[in-house]
T-cell receptor, first 114, second 114 residues
Framework: DAKTTQPTSMDCAEGRAANLPCNHS???????VYWYRQIHSQGPQYIIHGLKNNETNEMASLIITEDRKSSTLILPHATLRDTAVYYC???????????????FGKGTLLTVNP | NAGVTQTPKFQVLKTGQSMTLQCAQD?????MSWYRQDPGMGLRLIHYSVGAGITDQGEVPNGYNVSRSTTEDFPLRLLSAAPSQTSVYFC?????????????FGEGSRLTVL
């Protein structure tokens, strides 16, 4: 799996957009970019994933550069409840394969301030 | 819909004792896995299963056993607990079909080995 690099921590003002970067310069053509987050003392929560195109759902937007070497997770209007560790993960998706694993790094601690 | 349920939420053991962490999911997911999370570190995969009767090792399997006799349950056994196994344990599952890639996590089991 391609390795990812994320900043250790970031701050964001409540109500503003939070833009979380992730570098994955060794990503291969069949690897997806996933984002999860972990609010303190809870289990990780899936946010979004994508391959090439930008993706949006009710939680966030995922912007993947054209060369796919980096991506940005955007929380459009951050709230205090978005304070969490955000994990960027790159993985081949085995939709019917013999195994499926995600490797979590240390992620980015996003602190949303009032 | 309960999702992924882990029991117990908290447990204190003495060195050498054995115990089982229970994990159950009601989403008919084929894939189930166990992670541990230690302070300052990301989640590390212990064991995983791609279906009833099939299990495999992850990154840190030593000291842990698993079995998968039903689709719903994936217990994690510590045969002889050691202080190094003090950690927060998360169980996760996902469907084996489709391409959503979403892992559903339980709320965690916090284990202390004295």
């Amino acid at each position: 799996d391609a390795k990812t690099t994320q900043p250790t921590s970031m701050d964001c003002a409540e109500g503003r957009a939070a833009n979380l970067p992730c570098n994955h310069s060794t990503i291969s053509g069949n690897e997806y970019v996933y984002w999860y987050r972990q609010i303190h003392s809870q289990g990780p929560q899936y946010i979004i994933h994508g391959l090439k195109n930008n993706e949006t759902n009710e939680m966030a937007s995922l912007i993947i550069t054209e060369d796919r070497k980096s991506s940005t997770l955007i929380l459009p209007h951050a709230t205090l409840r978005d304070t969490a560790v955000y994990y960027c993960i790159v993985r081949v998706l085995n939709s019917g394969g013999s195994n499926y694993k995600l490797t979590f790094g240390k992620g980015t601690l996003l602190t949303v301030n009032p | 819909n309960a999702g992924v349920t882990q029991t117990p939420k908290f447990q204190v053991l003495k060195t050498g004792q054995s115990m089982t962490l229970q994990c159950a999911q009601d989403m008919n997911h084929e894939y189930m896995s166990w992670y541990r999370q230690d302070p300052g570190m990301g989640l590390r995969l212990i064991h995983y299963s791609v279906g009833a009767g099939i299990t495999d090792q992850g990154e840190v399997p030593n000291g842990y056993n698993v079995s998968r006799s039903t689709t719903e349950d994936f217990p994690l056994r510590l045969l002889s607990a050691a202080p190094s196994q003090t950690s927060v344990y998360f169980c996760a599952s996902r469907t084996g079909t489709g391409i959503t890639g979403e892992l559903f996590f339980g709320e965690g089991s916090r284990l202390t080995v004295l």
